[in-house]
């Protein structure tokens, strides 16, 4: 089993930043229209980052749990049921005709099928999800090392992000995305999980791909992935913070 370097004071530190929040993010439209909470989450963002990165190692692990751990049903976060054209033509085709694109700032911009995915060298992990909204889930995720991918298209030195694009519309509105920093990215638990709990990734769970960022909040893993982009800065996606939630007033870390 393995364990982060003091992962409970790791873990307190990051729950005591967000505890003063989480009573507000049902109205987190409103928070991204204010100035001065918006100030509060980027510093309590900072400050957590830094804190996590003194106390845990560049390859510092989170906590895997046995077969036993895992719960009965995992349960959905976000949208369970995507209803763009695209996606459902994929879906009804069992995604044999889905690929992953990565682009960006890469070498070798490539894509890839799902089959092409699966025959890669795989990692199964048995981790706990932890949602921002309060509620926890343990689930066994298999899928290939998000470093794997990169190192197949060459990442280039100036890229600072991977940014990862759904198929998903959340409620209605923009299109879901997501990002980590390239520490992130590369951590060795840092999946892209095609198979929940020995079957393959229900659409309600992400379908066919979505990452895994073991040591981030719910909202930074996300479902869906269409496309993997490299970057420089998030200056041209949504409102320039990195993430769908993100623009709405969350943090962007969200390391736990």
Same mark, same amino acid.
């Given at each position: 089993?393995?364990?982060?370097?003091?992962? $409970?004071?790791?873990?307190?530190? &990051?729950?005591?930043? #967000? =505890? +003063?929040?989480?009573? !507000?993010?049902?109205?987190?439209?409103?928070?991204?229209?204010?100035?001065?909470?918006?100030?509060?989450?980027?510093?309590? $963002?900072?400050?957590?980052?830094? &804190?996590?990165?003194? #106390? =845990? +190692?560049?390859?510092? !692990?989170?906590?895997?749990?046995?077969?036993?751990?895992?719960?009965?049903?995992?349960?959905?976060?976000?949208?369970?049921?995507?209803?763009?054209?695209?996606?459902?033509?994929?879906?009804?085709?069992?995604?044999?005709?889905?690929?992953?694109?990565?682009?960006?700032?890469?070498?070798?911009?490539?894509?890839?099928?799902?089959?092409?995915?699966?025959?890669?060298?795989?990692?199964?992990?048995?981790?706990?999800?932890?949602?921002?909204?309060?509620?926890?889930?343990?689930?066994?995720?298999?899928?290939?090392?998000?470093?794997?991918?990169?190192?197949?298209?060459?990442?280039?030195?100036?890229?600072?992000?991977?940014?990862?694009?759904?198929?998903?519309?959340?409620?209605?509105?923009?299109?879901?995305?997501?990002?980590?920093?390239?520490?992130?990215?590369?951590?060795?638990?840092?999946?892209?999980?095609?198979?929940?709990?020995?079957?393959?990734?229900?659409?309600?769970?992400?379908?066919?791909?979505?990452?895994?960022?073991?040591?981030?909040?719910?909202?930074?893993?996300?479902?869906?992935?269409?496309?993997?982009?490299?970057?420089?800065?998030?200056?041209?996606?949504?409102?320039?913070?990195?993430?769908?939630?993100?623009?709405?007033?969350?943090?962007?870390?969200?390391?736990?």
């Amino acid at each position: 089993m393995n364990r982060p370097t003091n992962p $409970g004071r790791r873990r307190f530190l &990051a729950r005591a930043v #967000l =505890a +003063s929040s989480a009573a !507000l993010l049902a109205g987190c439209d409103q928070l991204s229209r204010s100035d001065a909470m918006r100030q509060l989450f980027d510093a309590t $963002g900072a400050l957590t980052q830094r &804190a996590q990165r003194l #106390l =845990a +190692s560049r390859e510092s !692990l989170a906590r895997e749990y046995t077969p036993d751990d895992i719960a009965p049903t995992f349960r959905a976060n976000g949208t369970t049921n995507p209803q763009d054209e695209t996606y459902r033509r994929l879906a009804a085709n069992g995604f044999r005709d889905w690929r992953l694109t990565i682009d960006g700032l890469v070498e070798r911009p490539r894509s890839f099928s799902l089959d092409e995915l699966r025959a890669m060298p795989a990692r199964t992990q048995i981790t706990r999800h932890d949602c921002v909204e309060g509620w926890s889930c343990i689930g066994q995720w298999t899928g290939v090392v998000l470093s794997d991918l990169l190192a197949q298209v060459g990442v280039r030195d100036e890229a600072r992000f991977v940014v990862f694009h759904c198929a998903d519309s959340y409620r209605g509105t923009d299109r879901y995305y997501e990002s980590l920093d390239m520490l992130e990215a590369y951590h060795p638990q840092t999946l892209m999980a095609y198979g929940l709990n020995g079957s393959d990734l229900p659409i309600a769970n992400g379908a066919p791909l979505r990452l895994r960022a073991e040591r981030q909040l719910g909202y930074k893993m996300a479902k869906y992935v269409m496309r993997v982009e490299l970057v420089e800065s998030f200056a041209h996606f949504g409102r320039g913070r990195g993430g769908y939630w993100e623009d709405r007033g969350y943090q962007w870390w969200a390391g736990i």
